[in-house]
């Protein structure tokens, strides 16, 4: 039973990752290269979409990877789940101060309401994101290797 609770959860991560690798390195590149507002709208519809969905994922993610380092704890590898734990935790921390406020704001623009500067809130969403990306990428890199 361990064994299948660290696979789903492993899976978990790891498209929780590739979701927010994708937005980072590939949706949002998409965005800004489109032509007029066409792009903000974008913005502001993925940040309604994935705002709604993405709190679930992660939460869940940290649950299930809590769940294995209690039920895992006399196996090789806890301190390799415990510390990716941690920087979910460190995930969800960064995205609620940092991350979610600009998205509460952006989800709500349209091009006759937003803001002068908002080219430079979503610059430092876009700063913060790869930052938090490289967070979970390295808990996902660490429950990986708590596998072996």
């Keep these: 039973m361990l064994n299948a609770l660290e696979v789903v959860t492993t899976v978990v991560v790891g498209v929780m990752v590739?979701?927010?690798?994708?937005?980072?390195?590939?949706?949002?590149?998409?965005?800004?290269?489109?032509?007029?507002d066409s792009g903000q709208l974008g913005?502001?519809?993925?940040?309604?979409?994935?705002?709604?969905?993405?709190?679930?994922?992660?939460?869940?993610?940290?649950v299930l990877v809590g769940i294995w380092a209690v039920a895992g704890r006399h196996h090789h590898g806890?301190?390799?789940?415990?510390?990716?734990?941690?920087?979910?935790?460190?995930?969800?921390?960064m995205s609620l101060l940092l991350l979610v406020p600009i998205n509460n704001r952006n989800k709500t623009w349209t091009p006759d309401n937003r803001p002068a500067d908002w080219?430079?809130?979503?610059?430092?969403?876009?700063?913060?994101?790869?930052l938090?990306?490289?967070?979970?990428?390295?808990?996902?890199?660490?429950?990986?290797?708590?596998?072996?």
Excluded at 18 to 36: K, Q, T, Y
Excluded at 46 to 58: F, I, S, T
């Design 18 to 36: 590739g979701v927010e690798f994708s937005v980072a390195f590939v949706m949002n590149r998409i965005l800004n290269a489109l032509p007029e």
């Design 119 to 130: 080219k430079q809130q979503l610059n430092r969403w876009e700063r913060y994101h790869y």
């Design 43 to 62: 913005h502001a519809h993925g940040g309604r979409m994935l705002g709604a969905v993405m709190p679930v994922w992660y939460i869940g993610s940290l």
């Design 132 to 148: 938090r990306v490289a967070v979970i990428i390295a808990a996902f890199a660490l429950l990986v290797t708590a596998l072996t």
């Design 78 to 93: 806890t301190g390799l789940v415990v510390t990716a734990g941690a920087l979910l935790i460190l995930s969800v921390v």
